[in-house]
């Protein structure tokens, strides 16, 4: 969720503490950060629409062990991030155009607040394109802002449709997103759910490839 990009453009360098404060009022980012880190998985770890990059600015800054691919089909993606470059790339590609490079599966891949914003028909491909570059004993971290009685949700709703300017979101509900990966990624097993403060729609799921 972030600023329109009006504003973001008029905001020049003040933009990252603002969007960084915006955010604070929809998720306790440092605390998904938290959340993130708590899930042992391996060094290599893909993010799919990383947008600014403010997610991975916390896997960087808390898991100096792993390296992170932020991938966005939107134009300059990681524009926010902050920390080591050096274990850091983003790039505009997409899932189906990453893939057809077979890179080595990646060890994590964490999809936040991506999924509302992919039209429901194109969400079966986008997720069979995440199956494929998850390795055998990856793991899977989905956060979402998931339909439930909640302020938070309606802000969220109200934010990408009226302020970033996605008329066309789309909010499952928890166990709506729990089906579509689990008919869209196979060999899953949960291992993991959490919500984030500091509203109850910020839901985190965690599933490990395999079957331990
Ligand atoms: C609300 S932003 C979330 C950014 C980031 N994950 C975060 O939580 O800070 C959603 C991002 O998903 C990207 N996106 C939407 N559909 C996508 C797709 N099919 N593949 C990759 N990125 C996509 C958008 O361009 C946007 O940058």
Same mark, same amino acid.
């Given at each position: 969720?972030?600023?329109?990009?009006?504003?973001?453009?008029?905001?020049?360098?003040?933009?990252?503490?603002?969007?960084?404060?915006?955010?604070?009022?929809?998720?306790?980012?440092?605390?998904?950060?938290?959340?993130?880190?708590?899930?042992?998985?391996?060094?290599?770890?893909?993010?799919?629409?990383?947008?600014?990059?403010?997610?991975?600015?916390?896997?960087?800054?808390?898991?100096?062990?792993? #390296?992170?691919?932020? !991938?966005?089909?939107?134009? $300059?993606?990681?524009? +926010?991030? /902050? *920390? %080591?470059?050096? =274990?850091?790339?983003?790039?505009?590609?997409?899932?189906?155009?990453?893939?057809?490079?077979?890179?080595?599966?990646?060890?994590?891949?964490?999809?936040?607040?991506?999924?509302?914003?992919?039209?429901?028909?194109?969400?079966?491909?986008?997720?069979?394109?995440?199956?494929?570059?998850?390795?055998?004993?990856?793991?899977?971290?989905?956060?979402?802002?998931?339909?439930?009685?909640?302020?938070?949700?309606?802000?969220?709703?109200? #934010?990408?449709?009226? !302020?970033?300017?996605?008329? $066309?979101?789309?909010? +499952?509900? /928890? *166990? %709506?997103?729990? =089906?579509?990966?689990?008919?869209?990624?196979?060999?899953?097993?949960?291992?993991?759910?959490?919500?984030?403060?500091?509203?109850?729609?910020?839901?985190?799921?965690?599933?490990?490839?395999?079957?331990?």
């Amino acid at each position: 969720m972030s600023i329109g990009p009006k504003v973001r453009r008029m905001l020049g360098p003040i933009e990252a503490p603002v969007s960084s404060a915006y955010r604070s009022m929809f998720i306790n980012i440092g605390e998904l950060g938290k959340a993130i880190d708590a899930v042992p998985f391996g060094r290599r770890v893909l993010e799919v629409g990383v947008g600014d990059g403010m997610i991975a600015s916390q896997i960087i800054e808390r898991r100096p062990d792993v #390296s992170v691919l932020g !991938i966005d089909l939107a134009k $300059n993606p990681g524009s +926010l991030f /902050e *920390g %080591d470059r050096g =274990r850091v790339e983003f790039r505009t590609i997409s899932t189906s155009d990453l893939l057809a490079e077979r890179p080595v599966p990646f060890d994590a891949i964490v999809i936040a607040d991506v999924l509302h914003h992919v039209p429901p028909s194109m969400r079966k491909a986008l997720l069979n394109d995440v199956a494929n570059l998850l390795s055998d004993d990856g793991v899977l971290l989905v956060k979402e802002t998931v339909v439930v009685r909640s302020p938070g949700y309606w802000m969220g709703r109200f #934010s990408d449709r009226w !302020i970033t300017g996605d008329r $066309n979101v789309s909010f +499952l509900r /928890e *166990g %709506d997103l729990k =089906r579509l990966i689990a008919d869209n990624v196979p060999n899953l097993v949960a291992s993991g759910r959490s919500t984030i403060r500091p509203w109850k729609t910020n839901l985190l799921l965690v599933w490990r490839r395999g079957t331990h």
